[in-house]
């Protein structure tokens, strides 16, 4: 089974930058390309929403226009892991950020996707 191990989250002022990666296993009889992986957001009491989705290494999901030009995915095929680099950060960007992954093409219908990582909280101080 397809399992999903989120990190590089943690406290960072506004302003700041980090990057979340996404180290996927489980493959059988295929590779990162035959999956798609999004970036998905939730803050509390909000729905989950998406950020970004990469498929065949290929960014095919845009992130929301006001993410846009700040968050960029990106795949390393060969380390079967997809990352997340989040510069100039606002408050408003905290939220646990989770990975997930599925076949076919990418979309942003978190329910879509089957299989999940544990998330990685992101905190933005003002």
């Known amino acids: 089974e397809v399992q999903l191990q989120a990190s590089g989250g943690g406290l960072v002022q506004s302003g700041g930058s980090l990057r979340l990666s996404c180290a996927i296993s489980?493959?059988?009889?295929?590779?990162?390309?035959?999956?798609?992986i999004g970036w998905f957001r939730q803050a509390p009491g909000k729905e989950r929403e998406a950020v970004s989705c990469?498929?065949?290494?290929?960014?095919?999901?845009q992130s929301p226009e006001y993410m846009k030009g700040r968050f960029t995915v990106s795949a390393d095929n060969a380390e079967n892991t997809v990352y997340l680099q989040m510069n100039s950060l606002k408050p408003e960007d905290t939220a646990v950020y989770y990975c997930?992954?599925?076949?076919?093409?990418?979309?942003?219908?978190?329910?879509?996707?089957?299989?999940w990582g544990q998330g990685t909280q992101v905190t933005v101080s003002s």
């Open positions: 997930a992954a599925k076949s076919g093409p990418a979309d942003t219908d978190y329910g879509s996707y089957g299989y």
């Open positions: 489980g493959f059988r009889n295929a590779d990162l390309d035959d999956y798609a």
């Open positions: 990469i498929s065949r290494g290929i960014d095919t999901l």
